[in-house]
């Protein structure tokens, strides 16, 4: 409902949503298009972090097995990486790459990328100009809305995880 009536409130129209394929992203999208004629379209270079041996476990269980090591991710996570998965400057790059893409092929259209907590904040870390080592100084509660708008090219941040719906 936020989405649509603030486009409304706008004027625009929501052109596009992309979305990674996992379950909870994909019904989101699903949700955001229901009474749009637009059917989302899954990249899976959206997909959340790849966890490796941490996949499934809480923080507890990982502190539990892997004493320290989720702690030093959490401060450093250029410099740490869940055993066996993706370093934050992997997933960067995968993200990234996915999102230059969209960005070229919509040039001026009102897009929504419905993703995960850590891709969310990668992509609020490239438009904020955040350095990557400070990613989780940034929010990202489930089903929160973040709105950049363009001006000329220049990323602006309207909107940072917004739950009031």
Known sequence: KFISSTLEKSGKQLDTVYC?????ALKSAEIITANLDLNPIVVEKLHERHFGLWEGLTFEEIEERWPGEFKAWAQDPLKHRPKE???TLEVSE???GALDGILDNHDGQTIAVVAHGG???VI???FLGVPLEH???IEQDHAAVSIIEFYDGYPVVKLLNWRGF
Request: with cysteine; glycine share 10%.
């Open 119 to 121: 891709i969310n904040r």
């Open 85 to 87: 998965g993706e370093s």
């Open 135 to 137: 990613i989780f100084r």
């Open 20 to 24: 990674s394929g996992l379950k909870r």
């Open 124 to 126: 609020l870390c490239r």
């Open 94 to 96: 995968r993200v990234n």
